[in-house]
């Protein structure tokens, strides 16, 4: 097996045209705590590694892609307008051959197209973005109508592994008090969150009626995906999206 046949590929009803794909750890130069497809280089991994490891998923990719700087907030940059590296957490495009891409390594990716497959983003939605709005900024920003907008919901750390302070869960149920369904009791003063159910209800709130994915745990896969909660000294994987180029 390849390592590319080790990325996942969406199992959406996307159109024509329409690519995705989540690197896992597969099919990279990288070594240790970064073995062995480390993309991002804030990890702390040998640079030239990461840039080797860029090219090898370059070439799966129509163009270079639009790599983002991730602060955990919810701008959603339009690469088709963008000039400079976008300071966002979120990415779309309408132009055929653009790539979008986010980094995550426990966060979730989150997939977006329209129906027609004339837009399509990706957005990096941990507890943080979430909350604070990434998925409804998304939608927004696609310009379609909700129902018309379908996403698949990427590697995230497991409602297993999750565990998070009172905090997180009043974060959530500010905006949605039924949020606290994704919330089981754990230790005293702690929960575990299923970022999956809390991706869903946001989806919901943005009108979004067509989800597909989850099920991962990057946390408990640590052959298959990194996980900043496992070992800090984590690699990235990445999220790419585009328009097949006519």
Same mark, same amino acid.
């Given at each position: 097996?390849t390592a590319s ?8 009803p ?6 995705a794909?989540?690197?896992t750890r597969? &099919?990279g130069v !990288?070594t =240790?705590?970064y073995? @062995? $497809?480390?993309?991002g280089? @804030? !990890?702390g991994?040998d640079? %030239? ?12 990719l129509? @163009?270079?892609p639009?790599?983002?700087k991730q602060?955990h &907030? /919810?701008h959603?940059? +339009?690469?088709?307008?963008?000039e400079?590296?976008?300071?966002a957490?979120?990415a779309l495009?309408?132009?055929?051959g653009r790539v979008?891409?986010v980094? /995550?390594?426990?966060c979730?990716?989150l997939?977006?197209c329209d129906d027609?497959g *004339?837009?399509?983003?990706?957005a990096h939605?941990?507890?943080r =973005?979430m909350s604070a709005?990434v998925?409804?900024? /998304?939608?927004r %920003?696609?310009?379609?109508e909700?129902?018309r907008v379908? %996403?698949?919901?990427?590697p995230?750390?497991?409602p297993?592994?999750?565990?998070v302070g009172p905090?997180?869960r009043?974060?959530?149920?500010? %905006? ?5 369904? #994704?919330?089981r009791?754990?230790k005293?003063?702690?929960?575990? #969150?299923d970022?999956?159910? $809390?991706?869903r &209800? *946001? $989806?919901a709130?943005?009108?979004?009626? +067509?989800? +597909?994915g989850?099920?991962?745990c /990057? ?6 995906f990194?996980?900043?909660r496992?070992?800090?000294a984590?690699g *990235?994987m990445g999220?790419f999206?585009?328009i097949?180029?006519?």
């Open positions: 097996m046949a080790q990325w996942l590929v969406p199992d959406w996307a159109p024509p045209g329409v690519r794909f989540v690197t597969a &099919g !990288s =240790g705590e073995a @062995s $497809l480390n993309i280089y @804030s !990890s991994d640079p %030239a590694n990461v840039a080797r490891n860029r090219a090898i998923v370059r070439a799966r129509p @163009s270079e639009r790599w983002l602060v &907030g /919810t959603a940059a +339009h690469l088709d307008r963008a400079d590296v976008p300071t957490d979120a495009t309408a132009q055929p979008a891409v980094l /995550t390594a426990d979730m990716p997939f977006f027609a *004339r837009c399509v983003a990706v939605a941990g507890w =973005g709005g998925i409804e900024s /998304t939608v %920003a696609m310009q379609v909700p129902s379908m %996403a698949w919901m990427g995230a750390i497991g297993d592994a999750f565990e905090e997180v009043e974060a959530f149920m500010a %905006a949605e008090p039924s949020a606290q369904s #994704a919330f009791a754990h005293p003063g702690k929960y575990l #969150a970022l999956y159910a $809390l991706a &209800g *946001r $989806l709130l943005a009108g979004v009626e +067509h989800v +597909h989850g099920g991962f /990057t946390y408990h896969e640590p052959e298959r990194f996980s900043y496992r070992k800090q984590s *990235r999220a999206i585009w097949e180029p006519r």
